[in-house]
C-alpha cells in the first residue's frame, strides 16, 4: 500500500495528507477498449472475463476536482453495462466527453475506471474546491453536472451535459483512489461503516427522486406502492421509502428467501411471483401480459382491497406492459431502468383509455441526494447491503448482480483492509441497533451468499 493511502487509513491530519504526494499508479476495477468485441455472437457475456483489476495511471486533478481515497463501493447494474459494452461501448462516451477539450480530455483513454459508487476521506483538492479538504468523509454522488449550463441550475438531471460518474466518465470508484468533482460531494454518514455508506447513494437516491421527490410519483399516505424486484437495490430502499411516508408497500420477489427477506424489511404485502406463474423472463406476448396482469391485481385486491396507486418498474421489457395494465384507473407508472431490456410492449388503450401516467426518473439531483442522505444520517434509512468483496474480486461481485443471484447491494472493499471501519458516530449506531442498520445481513444461519442463490420454485 502506498503512503498516502496508508496515511489516510490511519486517519492522518489534513496537513499530512496534503504533503504527501500520490502515487503515479493505482489499483482499479477497469474495462479496457480492446476487449468491446470480445462478446460477439455469445450467449453468455460473462462479465469476469472483462471486468480487470489491475494498475492504472493516476490523472492529474482538474481545480474543481477531489482526489478521495476509496475504502468502499459497489456494484450497481451499469457496471454490468459497462463490461458487457452493452447497449454501447462505454468508450464512446469518453470519446465524445474529451471532444470538449480542456480537463475532458484526459477521460479518453484505452482504459476506463468504472464503479459509481464510492465512500472514502479526501487526500486532494483542487486549487478552486472551497467546501471540501483533505481529511473529510464523504460518499459521492454519480452525478456529474455543467455548473455553466442553465438547465442544471433549475434541475441538475435536465442539463445536456449531465454524466454518470463511472460510467460515462473515467476514473470511477471500484479503486483505491478516486478523481471526484468536489460538486458530487455529500458527508458521509457517521454511524455507517465504510461498505454500508458506500452501497447507498445511487440506488437509494434514484429511489427517492421516483418515489419521493418533487419530479417523480409524489407519493403520499395510503398510497398502494406495487416494487418489482424489492429487494434489489433499487426496490428495497423503495419498500422502506413507502413505509415512512405513510404507503402500503407491495413487494414482488421471485423466491422464497428473498420473500422472507422482504418481510423483514417491513414490507406490507409480499408477492412471491413464482406462485401466480409469472416467469423471470416475462410474458410471451400481449395475451399472456393482461393474463398476469389480471393475476396480479386480484392478488393485491386479495391483500389490500385497491389497485395500486403507484407502480415503481426498473425492470423494464419483462414486467412494463403488466405495470401499465396493474396500475389504477389515473395511477402512475414510475420508471428508472430496463434490466431485462430496453424494448417494452403494453397495450396503450388501458394507459390513455384510464388516463395513467408514465414518469421516467434517472438518477437524482444534488438536493435530492442530500435530502436522502440526511435520512441516512437520521437512522431514517437503512443500507441493504448482503454481501462485501475484495477489489480484486470485482469481478465476481458483478457476475453476483449480472445473474440476479443477490439481494440489496453488493459491496467492494478497496482500501478499507476489512469490514467494519468507517465508523466515527458509536453512540448513534448503537441507539439505532445493528438489525436495524442491516437488515439484509442478519440471515439467521444462512449466509449472504447463500441467499443470493436460486430458491425452490413453488
Same mark, same amino acid.
Given at each position: ?14 496537513? *499530512?495528507?496534503?504533503?504527501? +504526494? ?25 462479465? /469476469? +472475463?472483462?471486468?480487470?483489476?489491475? &494498475? ?44 470538449? !477539450? ?38 459521492? #454522488? ?11 441550475? !433549475? ?17 470511477? !470508484? ?39 421527490? *418533487?419530479?417523480?410519483? /409524489? ?10 424486484? @424489492? ?19 407491495? !413487494? ?11 418481510? /423483514? ?22 395475451? =399472456? ?16 382491497? *385497491? ?15 403488466? #405495470? ?32 395513467? &401516467? ?37 469481478? *465476481? ?44 445481513? =442478519?440471515? &439467521?444461519?444462512?449466509?449472504? /451468499?447463500?441467499? @443470493? ?6
Amino acid at each position: 500500500m502506498d503512503a498516502l493511502a496508508e496515511a489516510a487509513l490511519g486517519g492522518a491530519a489534513p496537513d *499530512e495528507l496534503d504533503r504527501i +504526494k500520490p502515487p503515479d499508479e493505482y489499483l482499479a476495477a477497469h474495462i479496457r477498449a480492446d476487449d468491446a468485441g470480445l462478446f460477439a455472437g455469445a450467449a453468455d457475456k460473462d462479465v /469476469r +472475463k472483462t471486468l480487470r483489476v489491475g &494498475r492504472v495511471p493516476m490523472p492529474e486533478l482538474a481545480p474543481d476536482e477531489v482526489l478521495v481515497a476509496v475504502m468502499a463501493s459497489s456494484i450497481n447494474y451499469n457496471t454490468v453495462w459497462s463490461a458487457t459494452f452493452e447497449p454501447v461501448p462505454t468508450f464512446s462516451f469518453l470519446k465524445r466527453y474529451a471532444r470538449q !477539450g480542456g480537463w475532458a480530455a484526459r477521460h479518453d483513454l484505452p482504459h476506463q475506471v468504472i464503479g459509481s459508487d464510492a465512500a472514502g476521506v479526501i487526500v486532494k483538492a483542487g486549487s478552486g474546491v472551497r467546501r471540501w479538504g483533505p481529511g473529510d468523509h464523504v460518499v459521492v #454522488s454519480c452525478v456529474q453536472v455543467d455548473d455553466q449550463e442553465p438547465a442544471t441550475h !433549475g434541475d441538475g438531471m435536465l442539463g445536456a451535459e449531465q454524466r454518470i460518474w463511472g460510467y460515462e466518465t473515467n476514473f470511477g !470508484g471500484l479503486a483505491h483512489y478516486a478523481v471526484v468533482r468536489a460538486s458530487q460531494l455529500l458527508p458521509k454518514p457517521a454511524h455507517l461503516t465504510w461498505e454500508e455508506a458506500a452501497s447507498v447513494l445511487l440506488t437509494a437516491a434514484t429511489s427517492y427522486r421516483m418515489l419521493v421527490g *418533487e419530479r417523480g410519483a /409524489r407519493i403520499k399516505q395510503g398510497d398502494i406502492v406495487l416494487i418489482w424486484g @424489492a429487494t434489489g437495490g433499487l426496490g428495497a430502499y423503495a419498500v422502506q421509502m413507502v413505509k415512512n411516508g405513510g404507503g402500503i408497500p407491495v !413487494g414482488v420477489v421471485g423466491s422464497d428467501a428473498k420473500a422472507e427477506l422482504l418481510r /423483514r424489511l417491513g414490507c406490507d404485502i409480499v408477492v412471491n411471483r413464482t406462485e401466480l406463474g409469472m416467469p423471470a423472463a416475462g410474458p410471451a406476448g400481449a395475451e =399472456e401480459t393482461i393474463e398476469l396482469g389480471k393475476r396480479l391485481g386480484r392478488a393485491i385486491r386479495k391483500a389490500v382491497g *385497491e389497485d395500486p396507486h403507484v407502480v415503481f418498474d426498473y425492470i423494464g421489457r419483462a414486467t412494463f406492459g403488466i #405495470s401499465v395494465f396493474v396500475v389504477r384507473r389515473g395511477g402512475t407508472v414510475v420508471t428508472c431502468g430496463s434490466s431485462t431490456g430496453y424494448q417494452h410492449e403494453f397495450d396503450n388503450r388501458y394507459l390513455w383509455m384510464n388516463l395513467k &401516467r408514465i414518469i421516467g426518473s434517472h438518477a437524482a439531483n444534488l438536493q435530492e441526494q442530500a435530502e436522502c442522505n440526511r435520512l441516512f444520517s437520521l437512522g431514517h434509512l437503512a443500507p441493504v447491503l448482503s454481501a462485501a468483496y475484495p477489489l480484486d474480486e470485482a469481478g *465476481e461481485a458483478a457476475r453476483l448482480v449480472q445473474t440476479n443471484r443477490h439481494t440489496g447491494k453488493v459491496g467492494v472493499l478497496c482500501l478499507a483492509p476489512e469490514e467494519g471501519l468507517g465508523v466515527t458516530d458509536p453512540e448513534l449506531r448503537a441507539r439505532i441497533g445493528e438489525l436495524r442498520i442491516n437488515p439484509l445481513r =442478519e440471515t &439467521r444461519g444462512t449466509t449472504a /451468499r447463500e441467499l @443470493a442463490l436460486p430458491a425452490r420454485k413453488v
